[in-house]
């Protein structure tokens, strides 16, 4: 468990984050490989664009944008509510091939991420999370997995 407190802005946590995992997968700090690595909290989003998303996708965008094609490292975050920001996603999922499938579907994440549009960056990559209203708010979950 990382933190129980995360804070801030989203893509700020997102780049974080992946600066952890690439951390995990080359050093082997702060924890060795295999490594799952929980943190909770709530971040916020300064809307800048027309797009649509929620925290929790635009910190796995900003993840994704920073672990770049990277093997063995996947980054999930999600709200426990089952509800991220104004979409039906409960959040996203990211590894070191997303922006290259992206890419492959003509798809800018930076320019995605500067419209806040990371809903429909990972609506047509498949990467949405969805569990539907559960009826708790707890916290936002991001989690690391290294292998």
Same mark, same amino acid.
């Not at 702060?30 to 989003?45: H, L, N, R, S, Y």
């Given at each position: 468990m990382l933190t129980s407190t995360l804070e801030g802005e989203a893509r700020y946590a997102g780049v974080?984050?992946?600066?952890?995992a690439r951390e995990v997968s080359v050093s082997g700090n702060? !924890?060795?490989?295999? %490594? *799952?690595?929980?943190? *909770? #909290?709530?971040?916020?989003?300064t809307v800048a #664009?027309?797009?649509?998303g929620g925290?929790?996708?635009?910190?796995?965008? %900003?993840?994704?944008?920073?672990? *770049?094609?990277m093997d063995g490292v996947v980054i999930a975050s999600?709200?426990?509510? *089952? !509800?991220?920001?104004?979409?039906? %996603?409960?959040?996203?999922?990211?590894?070191g091939k997303t922006l290259v499938r992206g890419a492959e579907m003509e798809l800018s994440a930076d320019e995605i991420l500067?419209?806040?549009?990371s809903y429909n960056f990972f609506s047509k990559l498949g990467d949405?999370?969805?569990?539907g209203p559960t009826g708790t708010n707890v916290n936002d979950i991001s989690v690391i997995?290294?292998?």
């Open positions: 974080t984050l992946a600066s952890i702060p !924890v060795p490989k295999p %490594a *799952g690595i929980v943190a *909770g #909290g709530e971040t916020t989003v #664009g027309k797009g649509l925290r929790n996708q635009e910190i796995v965008l %900003a993840a994704a944008l920073k672990l *770049g094609d999600l709200s426990t509510d *089952g !509800v991220d920001g104004p979409t039906d %996603a409960a959040g996203a999922i990211a590894d500067a419209e806040n549009n949405l999370v969805f569990t997995v290294v292998v």
